[in-house]
């Protein structure tokens, strides 16, 4: 479990420090500016997983029982590095067409930039694998830190320091003049350097490890390594569907509106204000990450244990009842929460409590995904992802002409809904758990009763409204707390423990 931490914990981190550095970039870049941020990582997300195509997947697969496992590292990085070396040559050769196709025919360096990235990051995913594997947890997690620094400073480098310095106003630095490394009408493509350079620093540090070892590409277990991986790449792909199909979709389906002088700029502003927004629902996410992480090891060692039905229900209560006291904490602190984001990005804080419920629900299908993983049914797991990407474009594609963000929204909600809901019917067919699904109902029920009369129950002072809310939250947790006799639970571990 200590391991499973040092390799999580990065991962967790890496996006909350990417988060921090949110209230920056909001204030930094007008919402069509940011909007080019969220499309050009939405297309990211979805070339991460073509360009690795399951091989990191594979690696773990074979290296865990081959009698050699250097040669099944090898055998997997050598065509990831050339398949890797061929897609940054295509996107060079065709950036300026690739860029005129999105609609940003004066940006053709973004394409070379990002191909840059890709590339840099599925060659390295084979060797923290191979971390992973030798149980070189220290050296895993050093590699991450290092990478999430040099992104961390880089962006605030140019983002924060270097832009700042063009308004004396706001030149908190006092700092005469960095006009010989920046240069402003590359805008947010800073961002885009601070996430080549920390990926480029990445792959550099694995430089030594690459020389120690003989490449042998042994082709008949490459066949058995593709035969694996390559079905990975159709459920990992309709996962990220879900996840980024709404910034791409906000692109193409968004109405502007009659009398908008500039479309496209009222276009990209949209998905600037939705995926501000989406970041507001940090606190849901990381906290399903950081279960996901220690859930599965817990689940898995619990496999053939007499009692590990009853735990596995207890989990998923435990884990609904944390969801939704995060979910009102954020939405009973709103007036807090909202300067996160700049202000001419918070007319998008209608789908803040949308999008916590609708992650609240990817956190309850990965709880309920215990049951295919546990029955040796995988291919289900791939099948649910399939079914919430049809959803996720059909409803996109039908939602949004009509309510713009607030449709992909909802498209998301409805996705990670029928997910959960098709997750728990055929979970309860295959290996039945005996959840409080009753009980569970009761606290989501109250939860939304909370939030609800939060926003009917209005005062004009911001303290009296803050206070109210408080009130709120203390008689919730209170509430589920004596249901739950969790002050005897507390009182049971600090007497085991003395």
Sequence with gaps: MGQTAMYGLPSIIVRFLNYLLTPFITRAFLPEEYGVVAEMYAYVGLLTVILTYGMETGFFRFAAKHENPKIVFTTSIVPLFISSTFFVLIFYLFSQQLADFLHYPDKSEYIVWFSL???????????????????????????????????????????????????????????????????PQIGVGYIFIANLAASLV????????????????????????????????????????????????????????????????????????????????????????????????????????????????????????????????????????KYFIADNYREGLIIVPILLIANLFLGIIYNLSIWYKLTDKTRYGAYLAVFGAIVTIVLNIILIPIFGYLGAAWATFACYFLMMIASFLLGQKYFHINYETKRILLYFSAALAVYFASIFIAFESEIITLSVNSLLFIAYISWVSYRENIHLIIKRIIFKKN
């Design 117 to 183: 990235i890709l590339a840099a990051d599925a060659i390295v995913s084979i060797p923290f694998a191979k971390l992973r594997i030798e149980g070189k947890a220290k050296k895993f997690a050093f590699f991450k830190f290092v990478n999430i620094l040099v992104n961390i400073f880089v962006t605030i480098f140019f983002v924060v320091i270097c832009k700042n310095n063009e308004n004396t106003e706001l030149n908190l630095f006092h700092i005469n003049s960095f006009s010989f490394l920046y240069q």
């Design 202 to 337: 990445t792959l550099l540090m694995f430089i030594p490890d690459f020389f120690k070892i003989k490449f042998i590409l042994d082709k008949k277990l490459l066949k058995q390594i593709l035969f694996y991986s390559f079905p990975l790449l159709f459920a990992g792909l309709a996962g990220m569907i879900n996840e980024v199909a709404d910034r791409i979709l906000l692109k193409y389906f968004t109405v502007v509106p009659l009398g908008v002088e500039n479309p496209e700029i009222f276009i990209r502003s949209q998905i600037g204000i939705y995926n501000a927004n989406y970041k507001l629902a940090i606190l849901m996410t990381l906290f399903i990450q950081a279960f996901r992480y220690a859930a599965e090891p817990f689940f898995f060692s619990q496999k053939n244990d007499v009692g590990g039905n009853k735990v596995y229900a207890d989990v998923m209560k435990y884990f609904v009842i944390f969801g939704l006291v995060i979910f009102l904490g954020v939405m009973l602190y709103i007036d807090i929460a």
